[in-house]
């Protein structure tokens, strides 16, 4: 069945640009109708959703993050990507890659990402 | 847009059955069909357990299920079970191709 892993860096310094990958195994990110979804979690806090990606590249951003992030797709690659630029402490959160249309049906495990000097 | 609204806490014992309630907007619950409610165990991935208002992905026991009234959305599991216990989650779609969830509420199961 279709799975999703994120890698990237665990820290990050201030100011600078987040970046982070989501690898789709077990199918096809271009197969059917799925938008590929980042959401994130800070320690001990809830689940906020970052924006999605369709395999045609069609984007939708939270509006409070939209100034600061991207979301690409490569097909070659079975991957989308993540990034979140100005990054400050309150960006330090679990990271999840999810899969879905009107619900987020498959997850990542998350990667933990710390904004710190 | 605004989180959705969760009460913190919710308990009950076993075999009991626990309601949890997810509070929007005319925005947001009040006009979609597009809820979803999420299982989160300690250190780990959230897992959809309910999506559509009422709809049980394939999986996921009879006991967990799902409602709607106005701008509220609700999770009502039967039948308590101890692996019950863990964070939920609502989702709602809030139009504009955007999405917004709510706080979280920790199930205990005394």
């Known amino acids: 069945q279709v799975q999703l892993q994120e890698s990237g860096p665990g820290l990050v310094k201030p100011s600078q640009t987040l970046s982070l990958t989501c690898t789709v195994s077990?199918?096809?990110?271009?197969?059917?109708?799925?938008?590929w979804t980042w959401i994130r979690q800070p320690a001990g806090k809830g689940l906020e959703w970052i924006g999605r990606i369709y395999s045609s590249g069609s984007t939708n951003y939270n509006p409070s993050l939209k100034s600061r992030v991207t979301i690409s797709v490569d097909t070659s690659k079975n991957q989308f990507s993540l990034k979140l630029t100005s990054v400050t402490a309150a960006d330090t959160a679990v990271y999840y890659c999810?899969?879905?249309?009107?619900?987020?049906?498959?997850w990542g495990q998350g990667t933990m990402v710390t904004v710190s000097s | 847009q605004s989180a959705l609204t969760q009460p913190p806490s919710a308990s009950g014992s076993p075999g009991q059955s626990v309601t949890i309630s997810c509070t929007g907007t005319s925005s947001d619950v009040g006009s979609y069909k597009y809820v979803s409610w999420y299982q989160q165990h300690p250190g780990k991935a959230p897992k959809l357990m309910i999506y559509?208002?009422?709809e049980r992905p394939s999986g996921v026991p009879d006991r967990f299920s799902g409602s709607k009234s106005g701008n509220t959305a609700s999770l009502t599991v039967s039948g308590l079970q101890a692996e019950d216990e863990a964070d939920y989650y609502c989702?709602?779609?809030?139009?504009?191709?955007?999405?917004?969830f709510g706080g979280g509420t920790k199930l205990t199961v005394l």
């Open positions: 989702s709602s779609y809030a139009g504009s191709s955007n999405w917004v």
């Open positions: 077990g199918g096809s990110i271009s197969t059917g109708s799925y938008y």
């Open positions: 999810a899969r879905g249309v009107w619900a987020f049906g498959i």
């Open positions: 559509e208002v009422s």
